[in-house]
């Protein structure tokens, strides 16, 4: 379902070749990336890796969301799936983002191997282990139908969709497990949420519940933190692509909240499944 009110939205740049680990529109190209093989210069791969770009997912209302999808190369059997969920890019590596974080976050460049998608899990590692890995570029991002709303009910059901989509597909065997941090912590709880009977676990990592007390209005100060450096710098969208507008969306709500930010807040009591709870901890480097 759409926002519960009409929301402002900022333009946000078109993706390029190149940018943020993006390589094109590629849609039923496929790949496989022998044991060994180095592509970003980082941990070379220990098992062959499969991977199918740009497959298209149409969710309830038609829109058209991407994936790309590593799989171990040559298996023949039905595996299970983790999803990560978020407008950054499916193929934005955290070798690309980490570099504008403070020491790189602490992260070696030789414990990625540049296929992870930003604050997802590493295929490199996982797709070893039987597991395929779903990126999922969300609405309004990369070459994905709509505007970008950020957390709330409808990318709650796109996940929803997705979820079931991805388990009735030929390779996997029907189950599909969530697992991130930040944004992909957040968009965990909400789908969750949604109860998709084929999500059986889910692990967010660093997610909090309520957009409104948690990130933009705390202690009742509205602050854009970061999120404009993230608008202007990470997300990328079609021709006519945005995403919400929070500050406009502040103002207009006079500052308390409103059924705009109340659909922003997950109701944890509808969550079902299993969860892998981790929390911030501050530690120096």
């Not at 065997?173 to 999500?199: D, E, H, K, R």
């Not at 967010?204 to 100060?221: I, K, V």
């Amino acid at each position: 379902m759409p926002p519960p009110l009409q929301s402002a939205y900022k333009r946000i740049a078109q993706p390029k070749v190149g940018e943020n680990g993006y390589e094109g529109f590629q849609p039923g190209k496929t790949e496989i990336f022998e044991k060994g093989s180095n592509k970003f210069n980082a941990k070379p791969l220990s098992a062959d890796l499969l991977l199918e770009h740009d497959v298209e997912i149409v969710v309830r209302d038609g829109c058209r969301l991407y994936a790309d999808i590593y799989r171990p190369a040559h298996s023949t059997e039905k595996i299970p799936a983790i999803l990560s969920w978020s407008p950054y890019g499916k193929a934005y590596s955290s070798l690309s983002m980490l570099p504008v974080c403070v020491w790189n976050c602490c992260v070696p460049r030789e414990d990625l191997s540049g296929h992870e998608k930003f604050e997802g899990l590493d295929p490199e590692r996982w797709c070893q282990r039987g597991y395929a890995l779903v990126h999922v570029d969300t609405r309004g991002a990369g070459n994905s139908d709509g505007q970008i709303c950020v957390i709330g009910t409808q990318e709650a059901e796109d996940g929803y969709d997705v979820v079931e989509a991805v388990a009735k597909m030929d390779w996997c065997n029907g189950n599909v497990g969530m697992a991130g941090n930040s944004y992909l912590a957040i968009t965990q709880w909400f789908i969750a949420a949604q109860q998709p009977p084929s999500l059986k676990a889910i692990a967010p990592w660093e997610g909090m519940g309520d957009l409104f007390r948690e990130q933009f209005c705390r202690g009742g100060w509205f602050s854009m933190s970061n999120f404009d450096l993230i608008t202007k710098v990470i997300l990328r969208g079609k021709e006519n692509s945005g995403v919400e507008d929070f500050a406009e969306m502040y103002r207009r709500s006079g500052g308390v909240i409103s059924p705009f930010w109340a659909d922003k807040r997950v109701d944890m009591t509808k969550i079902r499944c299993p969860a892998y709870i981790r929390c911030v901890s501050v530690r120096s480097c």
